[in-house]
């Protein structure tokens, strides 16, 4: 008597592709190629382009987040078709697909449990330009619904994930109503500490309402980062601040 087949994990998509193209599109055909019964789900195409750095802290986040387990198909690859290596990346809830140009580096700082290692498998067909179509997303599918991928491991070295903090003190997201993400831990902020930005220091509130129109604040994100915010306003055209600009944190 056999057991009922196992049901492929979720793959949530982690990209800077935007909304505009096909990209988004044809990765979805290549994992639902691979794995007809998978479920995909957008999580973010709009990381800040080109920019492996921010996009680690919020998909660190995004994957504490989550509480079932999923596959985290993450393609912010500026460097495709170089030598930088594909790899999955293993913690004890997730799987990481893509490629490694510090994208899981914060995910390893987070969970020292976590095991990378390179892609060896290769499909019939690879582009130089198109690896999260190519390579990512069948793998993705594969490891989601537990078929074979060969790898081979690939340990982290000290110095390498030295130079990527826990906790970074910048921004690493805007959103479309001017908030600002940050790359700190709202558990680690002291509940009184004022954070200086963009020339301002701001102070932390719980939400937007406790503020008058028109304010700036900081508060813990529903994914569990610090954000700036400006209660009905927008925190990015306040403080002329981007992915990748630098804040301070001031004691409480």
Same mark, same amino acid.
Do not use: K
């Given at each position: ?7 492929? +994990? ?13 990209? *988004?599109?044809?990765? #979805? ?6 794995? =007809? ?15 492996? +750095? ?10 504490? @987040?989550? /509480?079932? /387990? ?7 690859? =500026? ?31 987070? #969970?020292?449990? %976590?095991?990378? @290692? ?12 198109? #690896?999260?179509?190519?390579?990512? %997303?069948? *793998? ?30 910048? *921004? ?6 001017? &908030? ?9 902020? /002291?509940?009184?500490? +004022? ?8 102070? =932390? ?10 304010? =700036?604040?900081?508060?813990? &994100? ?6 700036? @915010? ?6 990015? %055209? ?15």
């Amino acid at each position: 008597m056999t057991g009922a087949a196992t049901s492929p +994990r979720p793959v949530f998509m982690v990209t800077d592709f935007g909304p505009w193209g096909p990209y *988004v599109g044809q990765m #979805h055909a290549a994992l639902v190629r691979t794995v =007809p019964e998978l479920v995909v789900v957008d999580l973010v195409n709009d990381m800040p382009r080109f920019s492996p +750095r921010p996009a680690a802290y919020l998909l660190a986040a995004l994957a504490a @987040a989550e /509480p079932e /387990p999923a596959v985290f198909l993450a393609v912010v690859d =500026p460097g495709v078709g170089t030598s930088r290596r594909p790899v999955v990346v293993r913690s004890a809830r997730h799987v990481f697909v893509g490629p490694d140009n510090g994208l899981f580096n914060v995910i390893a700082r987070h #969970h020292p449990e %976590a095991r990378r @290692a390179t892609i060896d498998w290769r499909p019939p067909y690879l582009s130089d330009s198109f #690896h999260g179509r190519d390579l990512f %997303a069948p *793998v993705a599918a594969r490891v989601a619904a537990s078929l074979p991928v060969e790898t081979t491991p690939l340990p982290w070295q000290d110095q390498e994930l030295a130079e990527w903090p826990a906790d970074w003190p910048a *921004v690493v997201y805007g959103d479309g109503y001017g &908030n600002l993400m940050t790359g700190l831990r709202a558990a680690g902020m /002291p509940p009184s500490a +004022r954070i200086r930005a963009g020339g301002l220091e701001i102070t =932390p509130a719980r939400t937007f309402g406790e503020v008058p129109p028109g304010s =700036p604040f900081w508060y813990g &994100n529903s994914c569990g980062l610090v954000e700036l @915010a400006v209660n009905r306003g927008s925190a990015a %055209a306040l403080l002329g601040l981007g992915p990748g600009d630098e804040v301070t944190v001031l004691g409480g």
